[in-house]
Every structure is written in C-alpha cells, then in structure tokens.
C-alpha cells in the first residue's frame, strides 16, 4: 500500500527552515527588544561614560531612534587626558538611521535629528601625537538638524572656550557637505539659527563673540559682535592682527551653496576695527586656490571708528567715525589673485579726523572725506612734522580741500590704473624746516610697482609756500596757481627727470621773497611759466647792508650789488632741469628794465685771490649750458668805487642801456658755437652815445679777447667824476670821442687807443685836501697839448693784468693808460 504525504526528512527540514526563518524574522525585534534593555549597560560596561535614560526605543527597519532624559557623564570627572563630558538632553530623536549601512560600511547617513533641551557640557582631551596618520575620516551624513532650546559649552583642554552658547535654536534643512577645502564646507537650504551669549573660536588664533544671534529666513543677526584675537601680535603668521567689533552685524537675503555665497546686504553698525602690526615683512603664503563665488549686492559700514597701532603699540592711524558703503561686490578665485581682492560697482565714503603717520617725521591730519562714486572731496588736509630733525628736511603742508574729479581708478590683475578727471588742490600752505645738515645717504634703487596713471588735469589754487631754516625764513611764495593739462605717469616716465608728461601746463607764481645768502635779500613781484615760456615780473636783487655797514662785515674788498628789474623773459629750447644730468639750453632770453648799480669800497683789506675772466668762470660752470641770444633792453647801469681818502666816489654811468648777447655758453654741449658776441650801446653818463662789442671764446684757454668801442661827445665834468677820485686831477675841454680797439688775455690787455678833444687844460689836485694845486697846474699843461687837431692819431698800450682785478677793471685801466698817454 502507498503512502501519502510528507516523509520525515522533508519534515524535518521544513521545520528547520520553518525555526531559521521565525529567527531571521524575529532577529530584529529581538535585537530591538536587547538594545531597548540593554543600550545603556553596554555603554556603562564598555565605555568611560555612565549613561541613563528614559523611553528609549530603536527599530532596526525604520531607521528611526528615540530617547528620554538622556544624560551621560564619565565615571572618572578627574581624568584630563579623556574628553569630558557632562550632558543632559530632555529627548533625542534620530530618524532614518541605516543602520545596515553603518554595521556593515560604516556610512552613517541620517535623516533628521533632534536634540531638544540639552544641556552639554564638553571639555576635550589633549590632541595625541600623530593620531592623524592612522586615522579614517568618519563618513557621516545629516540632513537635517534639529536643537531646541540648549546649552551648550565646549572647552579646549586647556580651559580655553570652542563654543559657549546659550538658548540655543538651530534649524537646518537639506545639508550639504563638501570635501574640497577650497568651498563652502556646509551648505543648506533653510534655516533657523538663535543663541545668546556665544563664543565661537575660528583657530589657534581668533574667536568671535556675539551677544545673540538671530538667522532665519535668509536673514542674520549678530548683537554686539567681536572677532577677537587670542595671541600677542608676534606670534601670527601674518602682517597684522585684526581686532573688530560692532554693535550688530546683519546680513539679509543670503543663499549659501557649496561654491557660492550670495547676499544682498551686510550692514555693520558702530564697528569698531583696531589693526595692530606684527612687525613682520613677508609670511608664508597658503598654496591652497580658491574655487568659492562671494557675491554682495551692499556692504554697509555706518558710524565706524579704525584703530592701527606699530608692533610696539604706538599709533600709526586711527579714524574717528566713517559711513562706508559698497555696491556690487565680487570675490572669487580671478579677483582674489590681484591686489584689491574684489571687485566692487559704486561706493559712498565718509570720514572724519583721520590720522596716519607716513614716516617717523610726518603724520596727516584729514578733517573729513567725502567720495560718492566716481567724485572725492578732503577737507582740511594736513601733513603735520613730528620731531625736529638735523640731519633731514620736515614739512608742515595744509589745504582747505582736496577735489578729485571722476575716479576710474582700479587694479586690473597686479596692475594699479589711476584714472582721475582732475585734481583740485585748494588754498594749500606749504612750510618746509631745512635740516642743519643733510645726512649723505646712497640713492636707493627704487623699485616702482606696475602702474599707468592719466589725470586729466591738475589744479593747485591759491597756494603758499614758506621756507625756514634755523628759524629765519630762507624762502616763501605769497600766491602759486598750477594748471597741468593730461597728466602721464608709468614706471618708466616716473624714473625720469620729470616724473610725469603732460600736453600743457600753467604756473603762476606771485610775491616771492629768497634769502639769496649772507649779504642779499632776493623779491620777484611774479613769475609765470606756460610752455617753454617763463616770465620774472619785477625782480629785486638788494642788499641787506647800507654801503657803511656792508664795509664792516666784508672780511676783504668786495662789490655790492643793487639790481632791479621790470621784466625778464626765458624762452626754452631743450633743457632738463631735474635728475642726475641737467642742461640748460635756451633759445632766448629778454632783459627789461634793468637798473643795476654796483659799489665798490677800497677801504676794506684787498682781496688777492685771483678774478677769472668771464670765458673761465663760464666753463667752470659743471651743469651743461647754452644761450642762444641774450637782451638787454631799456637799462641803466652804475659803477661807483670809493678810493681811499677821497672826497666822493668815483663813478661811472651807462644809461638808455642795450645790448645783444649771442651764444652764451659753457662749452659743454657738443655740436654748438662756443664764441660769445656782445654787442652794447648806451649813453656813457647819460649824454655820450656809445657801442663796445665784445667776443671771446670760452674753449680758448688763454681766455682771448676783443673788445672794441667807440665813446662820442662825452663832457669833461662827466670824466672828472671817476678820474678826480683815482688819477687826482680834473679836466677841461671839450672832447668829440674816445675809440679803444683792444685785445688780451688773462694775462694782459693791449691795442689801439684814440682820443679827439680841443681846448683841454689838466688841474691837479692835493690828495689829502682836495684843493687844487695851482704852480703845479701850470707848470703841468706848458707840456700837454691842449687840443687835437684832424684825424687823431692813436696811442699804443700794453697794461698787465692785476689777476686779483676782474675784467671791467683790466678794461678801465687799459682806458686809463691811454688817457694818461695823451694827457699826461
């Protein structure tokens, strides 16, 4: 008979089948039912930490955990060299734990958590060495985070705070992270952040502080906000430390991304900046680049105050109150790389009582600044000295304002372009305190940055300018107007003698008194400068001693000048005035008006060193020079020389003066004429028509010379006055001219002497009393001829030259020989 059914084998496996799979189901509530029981005794076994707590419940299929009451302690609170720990949290809730994942990949992924009133208390343990070599980074994702309510205070081992805050609230939704170090490391797309009294600590090095926080709906809110240094100045790895506080900080309407973070306004209010100095000249860079976009449509900075101090605390700047506003801002990794590391649209800037020191003698002092957009205004600038110095010259500089027109300054890459309309310099007053004596240093050779600078013009108003030294004053301007038209500068232009090129230029200068040294006192009404043109409105060369007092005070003879002009014209051809080879190349200059007189005073000691001629003393001027014509128009001239116990002054007069002076040189430019032509008439006293000319040329070493002239109609009295006091004798007659054809050297004077005259008698005179002296008159002109009759003849001199005596008295004494010839 068959049987029906299941044998026993088959029964036997299905059961074993049947019991494997109630335990594979059952294994999960049976593990939840362990884990429920026992969680908290595996922790309190296997771990430092005692833990407690209420309702605790995890499911193994839905991911989800949930606790009450939970606190968690370490059983020894003294041990330092572990993390310690004391929190209490009224409920955690994790939802969507992959668990599976997290047993057997170790990638813990998490839906959301919620931490809701936890007080957690955390002091970490000493860092341990090289710990990082060996260690994996935790693979952990959360998605959502949820914190109501808490506390929370976590300290370095050292005591020192990483993160205090109190009531704290913190909603983030959809999280992001990232693994480049170059983005954003947490990115999300809600939030809901508030805290109170939190401390945050950034690194080693800076913390922020924030009496509340407020984030919500794109917006944020610090109360009473401080990013705070933690280390002395010398120990940061940078330039300067950065201490800043405000009375709040906000930002409104924010999207934070992985490579993105774009606002549309941060405001600070009542910021308070202090920048302290490391001393440090150059710091490592970090290698790293940076792939993030940081986007602001405002920046906002309102009522605040900037403190910078050296590395030994003493002030370097300081502003008391601005309002700076910013528009448009890009930072990305293109701008970073240049030296403004953003780029911005518009901006508005107020200042006020700003102060920097620009080097250890001079500090600037602004009252305000203004600069709305492209336009700039400085009220009430000044450069104020600081110390007194000997050795380096100090300047006290102040303007009313300052005016720049339509900036388009920027950077583009490492490239500074300064781009201004124009510049206004109103009412500047500029004093400059001579140093006793300059320290020689060596020129350094100054590396210019990259750098095109087009203003299209300068304009400094009524300026003044003062000069001290030794407290007298040395030099000053009453008014200085400037116009510069097209203003050009770069790092070639500015390592010119000019520092800068421009198409035009405009400068007025008015009431200018120069200390021109021991004896002299220099005044010019005005002095205008447009192109190549320059023009001296009364110049004023006076001496500062009567003829008596000037007499005392000169150790040996010497002539005082007393010279007055109405005009003096400089047309320029090509000289460089400025940098280390000067030239002076003219085409033309006009002298108008000249009224010059010159004293000589025999009393003093002589003067025996030697007099050059003027061919010498023009090449041993060292600065290149070239005049190629020389007027001398509408002008008068004196010589007056004071002989020992004469009664007056022996005098010479040239009036209605006017000469041509052409190539007016030093011989130092190659290619040019050397030989120097002079070409006068005047009215030698004032009556006698007269015209010299005069060449020499100033590469002969000899100092060769001719010098021609021809003296018409000139009235004995007139003679008398310069031969009485030096030859004591007077003359009577009348005398139709006196012609000189002469030539020399250094060394002497020589040639042709005529004189016409009739009906002349010679009186002698007694030196000491000046009463004519009547036998020997008479006994004197038995053997002079009394008149000249026909043509002239001529006599012939030969004079050596005294080389203490300058040349127009080498002239006067080859005259004198030749008088005295036909005389006497």
Not at 156 to 178: A, C, E, M, R, Y
Not at 444 to 469: M, R, W, Y
Not at 564 to 582: A, E, Q, Y
Not at 715 to 735: C, E, H, M, Q
Request: proline residues 4%; positive net charge.
């Amino acid at each position: 008979m068959k049987t029906t059914g299941l044998t026993k084998t088959k029964k036997i496996l299905l059961a074993i089948l049947g019991t494997l799979l109630i335990i594979i189901l059952a294994f999960p509530f049976a593990l939840d039912f362990y884990l429920n029981k026992k969680l908290p005794d595996l922790i309190n076994q296997k771990t430092d930490y005692n833990l407690t707590l209420d309702n605790f419940g995890m499911s193994l299929l839905s991911g989800n955990l949930e606790a009450d009451n939970v606190y968690l302690i370490n059983k020894n609170t003294k041990d330092s060299t572990k993390a310690q720990i004391r929190a209490r949290i009224k409920t955690i809730r994790i939802n969507n734990f992959s668990i599976w994942k997290a047993l057997f990949h170790k990638k813990y992924n998490v839906e959301s958590v919620l931490l809701s009133h936890p007080e957690v208390s955390v002091t970490l343990g000493p860092k341990k060495q090289d710990s990082s070599k060996n260690s994996t980074k935790l693979d952990l994702v959360i998605k959502n985070i949820l914190v109501e309510n808490g506390n929370v205070t976590i300290n370095n081992h050292n005591g020192t705070p990483l993160f205090n805050g109190k009531n704290v609230n913190i909603k983030l939704t959809d999280i992001k992270q990232s693994d480049d170090a170059s983005k954003i490391p947490l990115a999300f797309k809600d939030f809901k952040v508030d805290a109170q009294d939190v401390i945050i600590t950034a690194n080693e090095f800076y913390r922020i502080d924030a009496k509340k926080i407020e984030a919500k709906n794109r917006t944020l809110l610090l109360d009473q906000f401080h990013l705070k240094p933690l280390q002395i100045a010398r120990y940061y790895d940078s330039k300067n430390v950065f201490d800043l506080s405000a009375q709040s900080l906000s930002a409104t309407d924010f999207v934070v991304s992985q490579d993105s973070l774009i606002v549309s306004k941060i405001q600070f209010l009542k910021p308070d900046l202090k920048v302290t100095s490391t001393g440090k000249k150059t710091v490592e860079k970090d290698p790293k680049d940076l792939d993030l976009k940081i986007g602001v449509k405002n920046l906002d900075f309102q009522q605040g105050k900037v403190l910078v101090l050296q590395a030994n605390l003493q002030k370097t700047a300081s502003v008391d109150q601005f309002n700076f506003t910013l528009s448009d801002i890009v930072f990305d990794k293109n701008t970073v790389k240049e030296k403004i590391p953003f780029h911005f649209g518009n901006h508005d800037i107020e200042a006020e009582n700003i102060y920097f020191k620009t080097d250890a003698q001079h500090a600037i002092k602004i009252n305000k600044i203004n600069s709305a957009n492209s336009d700039i205004s400085v009220h009430q600038f000044r450069m104020i000295p600081l110390v007194k110095s000997s050795h380096k010259d100090i300047v006290d500089i102040s303007t009313d304002k300052i005016l720049i027109h339509k900036n388009q300054s920027k950077y583009i890459g490492q490239k500074l372009n300064l781009n201004f309309a124009g510049i206004d310099i109103v009412n500047p007053k500029v004093t400059l305190f001579s140093s006793k004596s300059k320290s020689q240093k060596k020129a350094k050779n100054n590396q210019f940055p990259d750098f095109l600078a087009q203003i299209g013009k300068i304009n400094i108003i009524n300026g003044h300018f003062k000069q001290l030294s030794h407290g007298k004053e040395k030099m000053s301007a009453g008014k200085i107007d400037v116009q510069f038209a097209m203003v050009k500068s770069d790092p070639k232009i500015i390592k010119q003698d000019v520092p800068f090129t421009s198409k035009s230029h405009n400068i007025q200068v008015k009431n200018i008194k120069i200390d021109a040294g021991k004896y002299y006192n220099l005044k010019l009404a005005s002095v205008s400068n447009v192109g190549k043109e320059t023009t001296v409105h009364q110049l004023e060369f006076l001496p500062k001693y009567s003829r008596a007092g000037f007499s005392k005070v000169i150790p040996v003879e010497e002539d005082l000048y007393t010279i007055r002009t109405k005009m003096i014209r400089i047309t320029d051809k090509s000289s460089v005035l400025f940098g280390k080879k000067p030239v002076i190349n003219l085409e033309q200059v006009v002298l108008d008006g000249v009224n010059c007189n010159i004293y000589h005073d025999l009393a003093p000691p002589d003067d025996n060193s030697p007099r050059y001629l003027f061919s010498k003393k023009l090449r041993n001027v060292k600065i290149p020079l070239f005049v190629n014509q020389v007027l001398l128009k509408n002008s008068s001239l004196s010589y007056e020389e004071n002989a020992d116990n004469a009664n007056i002054p022996g005098k010479l007069t040239f009036e209605k003066f006017n000469a041509t002076i052409h190539n007016v040189n030093n011989g130092k430019i190659n290619g040019l004429p050397t030989l120097v032509t002079v070409d006068t008439d005047f009215l030698f006293y004032g009556t006698a028509p007269t015209q010299v000319t005069w060449k020499f040329d100033v590469k002969n070493p000899e100092d060769q010379f001719t010098i021609v002239g021809n003296i018409n109609k000139l009235s004995a009295d007139n003679v008398n006055l310069f031969v009485r006091p030096y030859l004591n004798i007077t003359v009577d007659g009348k005398i139709d001219y006196v012609k000189f054809d002469y030539y020399g050297t250094n060394q002497y004077i020589a040639g042709k002497f005529y004189f016409k005259y009739k009906d002349m008698y010679v009186n002698f005179l007694n030196k000491k009393t000046g009463k004519e002296r009547k036998l020997l008159g008479t006994v004197a002109n038995w053997f002079i001829r009394n008149e000249s009759t026909g043509k002239p003849e001529h006599v012939n001199i030969k004079k050596k030259r005294d080389p203490s005596r300058s040349f127009f008295n080498l002239l006067w004494q080859g005259i004198m020989e030749g008088l005295k010839k036909y005389l006497i």
